[in-house]
């Protein structure tokens, strides 16, 4: 089944900021095959998800980290050709017909929109914030000590830390007083719309569109495995990682430099490895997960390289699954 070519538009406008994509999801509201589903957070904002077709293969794609913008911008894109919105749609014809008939597919492009206000720019370019201060607003600065950064944890309370002199974009607010990060806490945005919606679709694929800095590194993208790969059945192995290959290879033949292969992190820390395997390995016991990770905040990536490399994470995936 071999899939048509997806059409890249001339002249591109990103939709990053949760204002943008609000009002961007009501505007496709209505499109023929296309269902919207709203998740609340407790700040008010909301979650979207975004479902095309009603074809057999199922493929879920989010975006969880507020600091992580090129995976919103990517969904978003995707999503105007999907619905035919304007000129996206006289471009794409045929590759639309061919994804709407053959699968289902799911976008979320901010699991964490009360993180992403509060972003002090739209995209990170590496051209106005340095890495240092980055990590700051990623997961906040101490209260404790000037330029510190706020412990990684999968979840807080802030009655039972000192308050941090800024809250990390990465963190969704839950309640009062609590934060979890999307990706580690089921009570969260991201899981709760991906629970909700898998319940129905039973999806067969989610990839998870990450980045990082790369910092040190000639490269500028990389795959992780889950972090149970080598516990999980070798069926699920080999399929893991059939699709690593097939993603790296496209990026390759688009001018990447990917790492030589995908990568099950955290090998070498048990209490990482831990907190991510009591959330994902559920999951990736029963579908393909993988995870992208594109240069964030670096001028040797740019921000139409890093939306682009995402999408065509996603349409590697869309052709591996066909």
Not at 90 to 105: D, K, M, P, T, Y
Not at 121 to 147: C, H, P, R, Y
Not at 240 to 268: C, D, F, K
């Amino acid at each position: 089944m071999k899939a048509p070519a997806y059409a890249w538009p001339d002249c591109v406008e990103y939709c990053v900021w949760p204002d943008a994509v609000e009002a961007l999801v009501a505007d496709l509201e209505g499109t023929p095959g296309l269902r919207v589903d709203e998740f609340p957070q407790y700040n008010g904002r909301s979650v979207y998800a975004l479902t095309f077709g009603r074809g057999e293969k199922r493929l879920f794609i989010s975006r969880p980290h507020a600091h992580e913008p090129a995976g919103a911008a990517a969904c978003m894109e995707l999503a105007k050709a999907l619905a035919g919105w304007r000129d996206y749609g006289v471009r794409n014809a045929a590759w639309r017909a061919w994804v709407l008939a053959h699968f289902s597919i799911t976008l979320v492009p901010d699991a964490n929109p009360g993180g992403s206000v509060r972003a002090p720019v739209e995209f990170w370019d590496g051209t106005e914030i340095a890495n240092e201060q980055f990590f700051l607003w990623m997961f906040g600065e101490s209260g404790e000590e000037k330029g510190t950064r706020f412990p990684r944890v999968d979840a807080w309370d802030m009655r039972e830390v000192v308050a941090p002199a800024l809250i990390g974009i990465a963190y969704e607010q839950l309640e009062e007083f609590l934060y979890v990060e999307p990706n580690r806490d089921y009570r969260s945005t991201f899981f709760r719309s991906f629970f909700a919606l898998d319940e129905a679709a039973a999806y067969d694929v989610w990839l998870d569109l990450h980045q990082t800095e790369f910092l040190n590194s000639d490269r500028n993208t990389a795959l992780f495995l889950p972090t149970c790969q080598d516990e999980l059945s070798l069926a699920m192995q080999t399929e893991h990682l059939s699709l690593t290959e097939v993603i790296m290879a496209r990026w390759r033949q688009a001018g990447a430099r990917p790492r030589e292969r995908a990568e099950i992190p955290y090998r070498n820390n048990d209490v990482q490895r831990n907190l991510l395997n009591a959330v994902w390995r559920p999951i990736s016991e029963r579908m393909v997960h993988i995870v992208t990770e594109v240069q964030n905040n670096n001028p040797a990536t740019p921000v139409e390289d890093q939306v682009r490399l995402q999408i065509l994470a996603v349409l590697a995936t869309l052709e591996w699954m066909a």
